[in-house]
């Protein structure tokens, strides 16, 4: 290709990006970054979700001082896509188990804790994971406490198969929705979960193909830590226990990316997503909840985390907090 060319078909990109609007300036900036390519029409349908996704960003940022709103890789997605692909689009809380321990923190004076204080200092967190467009968030919340609670009795820190729950959990939905609690049940029935490396994560529910041999960890029962928003109860469990599970919701972090999650922000208590506590921290004067999601370590500024201002119930972090006994 001549110069003369080489310089014409420059010219005619500047005049091309010139001409677009600043918000398809973002959207093809959003379309380089996360690697994204669409037919000549659903550019348009994208471009414009993309666009109500700016204004909902917008509307999040005007309520909060603490956190910042913009674009993330989930921009070109509705509301209802987003909630299809990644929440648990029918969520049940569960009732009290009779084999369920309920947890309590010990009576007395609440103890000085330390300003922070996470598991992943203590080499029982595996890396962040991520469930891709399947709804199995709850299948991941349940494997990682396993991992974590079985590596703090004793083992060694196992990367274990939440493919196995939901292939085989047949009281959940697989990638249309499940709970920590029924999973629970699942795994102590079938005997344990076998390691990832045997039967590793495909991002879609198929044929059951558990295999007793490969199985990694085990669990005798499950607790309830707190299903009424008792956060002492849960500062307890994990400066003494372990890691949790918790559900919240989650429709706010579609375009949150970075700060701090607070009682202002919005965020609802209609639990649909669930994930892992790994401890406490502050940020920005305040103490925050650490929180590990399951939307890969590309989401968000943390390498996959976010963090939740403690003592609120934000975003319902309180409303179903369990977690494995081994």
Known sequence: MSLRVCLLLLALAAVALASMSPEERQFQDFIVKYHK?????????????????????????????????????????SKEEFKAQYLISNFTRRANFDQAIKYSAPPGPKPEYPASFDWNN??????????????????????????????????????????????????????????????????????????????????????????????AATISSWQWITQDDNENNMQSFVASSGPPSICVDAQLWQTWNGGVVTSSSGCGNSLDHCVQ??????????????????????????????????????????????????
């Open 37 to 77: 390519s669409y037919t000549p029409s659903e550019y348009q349908t994208r471009f414009v979700i993309f666009k109500q996704n700016l204004l909902v960003a917008a509307e999040n940022n005007a309520r909060s001082s603490h956190a910042t709103y913009g674009v993330t890789k989930f921009m070109d997605l």
């Open 122 to 215: 203590q080499g029982v967190i595996t890396p962040v994971y991520n469930q891709g467009q399947c709804g199995s968030c709850w299948a991941f919340s349940t494997t990682e406490n396993i991992e974590s609670m079985w590596a703090i009795a004793g083992n060694a820190l196992t990367q274990l198969s939440m493919q196995q729950i939901v292939d085989c959990d047949q009281t959940d939905a697989g990638c249309n929705g499940g709970n920590p609690p029924t999973a629970y049940q699942y795994v102590m029935g079938a005997g344990g979960l076998d390691s990832y490396a045997s039967y590793p994560y495909q991002g879609y529910q198929g044929q059951c193909q558990f295999d007793p041999n490969n199985v």
């Open 277 to 326: 506590l790994t401890g406490w921290s502050q940020m920005q004067g305040m103490n925050v909840w650490n929180v590990r999601n399951s939307w890969g370590a590309d989401w968000g500024p943390y390498g996959g985390y976010i963090y939740l201002q403690m003592g609120y119930d934000v975003c319902g972090i309180g409303q179903e907090v369990t977690s494995s006994v081994v």
